[in-house]
């Protein structure tokens, strides 16, 4: 890979701006002063180093994201503000997108990436990757209700789900739930409730998969996922 090419892509400017600091003599290639921006480096094998710091490589970037309610799943919007409009730059320029879409109102765990054979097979119906979430209830969830979700539900649309794995958490008025599911149908699991004449008026999603929630994340807030995360995700999708 061209040099100046790995140093664009690793964040460092546009390819002009890159040519500006290897001008400068601000860039090493195994400890050597280089210039040329179209020396070919390998980026696993040789060391690129910027006034002393290292440029580690990387193609894809794994994210996990807290969703706040009132940002949408998308990577642009003329309207409203998006989650990609929380990260930070240094992360925007991998141009990474959510796996999958919470609704505006929904919060929790948003995976974002820039991997998208990964994010392929997480979201291929194929592959029933198991989604829980926490939710409150207008009205009283019971037994019937779960029996119901676990024999698979008729929506609005006629559409026959797969069982749900509801667990009640609180019974009463408003009840608090957990639900698994292993689809994503457009608003599914509110429509689910509302096939038992229920409504959801609050909903978080704790995991997908193998990877959870980190509940040191406030919302709106994110981090990388760690290298063992990306292996279990890896995993899951078989
Ligand atoms: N089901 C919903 O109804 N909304 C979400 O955001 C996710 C799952």
Known sequence: MRLDKLLANMGYGSRKEVKQLLKKGAVQVNSEPVKDAALHVDPVKDEVTILGEQVVYKEFIYLMLNKPQGVISATEDDRDRTVIDLLIGEHRHFEPFPVGRLDKDTEG?????????????????????????????????????????AAGLTL????????GQLRVLQSGETSEIELTITEGK?????????????????????????????????????????????????????
């Open 156 to 163: 609005d649309d006629g559409y026959f789900t797969k069982p």
């Open 109 to 149: 765990l948003l995976l974002i990436t820039n991997d998208g054979k990964l994010a392929h097979e997480l979201l291929s119906p194929k592959k029933e990757v198991p989604k829980t979430y926490y939710a409150h209830i207008n009205g009283r969830v019971d037994e019937t209700d779960i029996e119901k979700f």
């Open 186 to 238: 457009f608003h599914q699991v509110k429509r689910m409730f509302e096939a038992v004449g229920k409504r959801v008026v609050y909903l978080k999603r704790l995991s997908m998969g193998p990877l959870e929630l980190d509940s040191a994340l406030h919302l709106g807030e994110y981090r990388e996922l760690t290298e063992e995360e990306v292996a279990m995700l890896r995993n899951e999708k078989g």
